[in-house]
């Protein structure tokens, strides 16, 4: 079978398409289109950043609490700014609760007869373990088999993005990308295989530094052919 293999791309503007630049008699111009979805982009971040804004002020107050059950000294000058600093971090690193995959594929599906595999491989993934709020982190591999529609390869990795930066467990982030792809293409297949270190397992419990965990989901054709899913998993095997 053949396959289109590539690596991960990044995506612009929270996923929304700009066109590129067209150069007129050595000017550059935005297409229409281009300049109602940057419009579009700018509004709905200046959304997000409000909503993130009027709750920064109970995050901070719930650090403060927490640094000082510590018995830490939140007034001493390397910790007077830590609340804030914390709670605009945990924003960051849980912005997916904001993002639906609706608002990063709009105008990035394509009607294209390709029926063979599509695979993009080793994107980097960050989460946080819902259990102990503290990181695990990886590659996600994920592979599909078009019906007639394909996606814009970035699409994948914000796809990644959006559900991994939640409290997660990697379970479930497995399944949760491999589900919104297949149901926003419609694919004869779709395939995800997480690989994370987890540091619940490296700094606090078994502390097992060279653990890893490896998930799958299997959708479609991918979990009714052995041989396109055998197929999958010997493409994303690295070295």
Known sequence: MEYQMTTEMNGVCNGKIVNEFQCRNGFSELSIEAK????????EKSRKKSEDDSKLPALEA???????????????????????????????????YHE???DILNDAIFDEDHDEMVIVKDIDMFSL??????PFFGKVHIGYLPS????????????VEIYSRRLQVQERLTKQIAQAISEALQPAGVAVVIEAAHMCMVMRGVQKMNS?????????VFREDPKTREEFLALTKNG
Do not use: W
């Not at 109602?36 to 509004?43: G, P, R, S, V, Y």
């Open 100 to 102: 639906t995959i609706y």
């Open 148 to 159: 007639k529609k394909v996606v814009g390869l970035s699409k994948l990795a914000r796809i």
């Open 212 to 220: 890893r965990t490896v998930t799958s989901a299997m959708l479609g």
């Open 62 to 96: 719930a650090y403060t609490t927490i640094l000082r059950g510590l018995g830490e000294n939140t007034d001493r000058q390397g910790l007077l700014r830590t609340p804030l600093r914390a709670a605009k971090a945990m924003q960051f690193l849980t912005k997916g």
């Open 129 to 134: 373990c819902e259990h102990h709020l503290v």
């Open 36 to 43: 109602k979805a940057a419009l579009q982009c700018n509004h």
